[in-house]
T-cell receptor
């Protein structure tokens, strides 16, 4: 595997489900990010981790819970989501907050 | 307020018709400006980083330039495979905040 990988690529879940998104980077970077991308809106930064420590939480609802067990892996735990949470969720990594390398994204649909 | 604005929102060109995309920004000191390409349903792909006014970077048919208030992505003799959304992002001088623009959807007709 190279670059940044994300699983699953597509996810459909009900509002009462619990699911997790996984991201892995193979670039040796020290920072990882979660973004939300909705139609016709700019990328919304959700969480930032530097050296496994969370450094930013941009007013994200508590139904989204990030986890970074090491500098190569990042998870986004989802719980009791709303239909408006349906979007493309992108993971990215970078070295020292420089240019970011993105994964392919997880297309999430909340029914 | 820190802000990144891209224009136009959408651009349709004929194959071979050169043009430019604009990214204007207001930020408290610029650490870097980044250009990305995004194809539908995929993650953004990194293209260029620019650090200071006057800097230019080139890759195939693309050239990015930077002034103190804006950046341009020039596309020379584009081909249909250049069709994508082009995103601009800025990192502030403290490297604590990165802001993305809304992007320009570029469509190249054969």
């Amino acid at each position: 595997e190279t670059g940044v990988t994300q699983t699953p690529r597509h996810l459909v879940m009900g509002m009462t489900n619990k699911k997790s998104l996984k991201c892995e980077q193979h670039l040796g970077h020290n920072a990882m990010y979660w973004y939300k991308q909705s139609a016709k809106k700019p990328l919304e930064l959700m969480f930032v981790y530097n050296f496994k420590e969370q450094t930013e939480n941009n007013s994200v609802p508590s139904r989204f819970s990030p986890e970074c067990p090491n500098s190569s892996h990042l998870f986004l735990h989802l719980h009791t989501l709303q239909p408006e949470d349906s979007a493309l969720y992108l993971c990215a990594s970078s070295q020292d907050r420089q240019e970011q390398y993105f994964g392919p994204g997880t297309r999430l649909t909340v029914t | 307020e820190d802000q990144v604005t891209q224009s136009p929102e959408a651009l349709r060109l004929q194959e071979g018709e050169s043009s430019s995309l604009n990214c204007s920004y207001t930020v408290s000191g610029l650490r870097g400006l980044f250009w990305y390409r995004q194809d539908p349903g995929k993650g953004p792909e990194f293209l260029f980083t620019l650090y200071s006014a006057g800097e230019e970077k080139e890759k195939e048919r693309l050239k990015a330039t930077l002034t103190k208030k804006e950046s341009f992505l020039h596309i020379t003799a584009p081909k249909p495979e250049d069709s994508a959304t082009y995103l601009c992002a800025v990192l502030d001088s403290s490297a604590s905040k990165i802001i993305f623009g809304s992007g320009t959807r570029l469509s190249i007709r054969p």
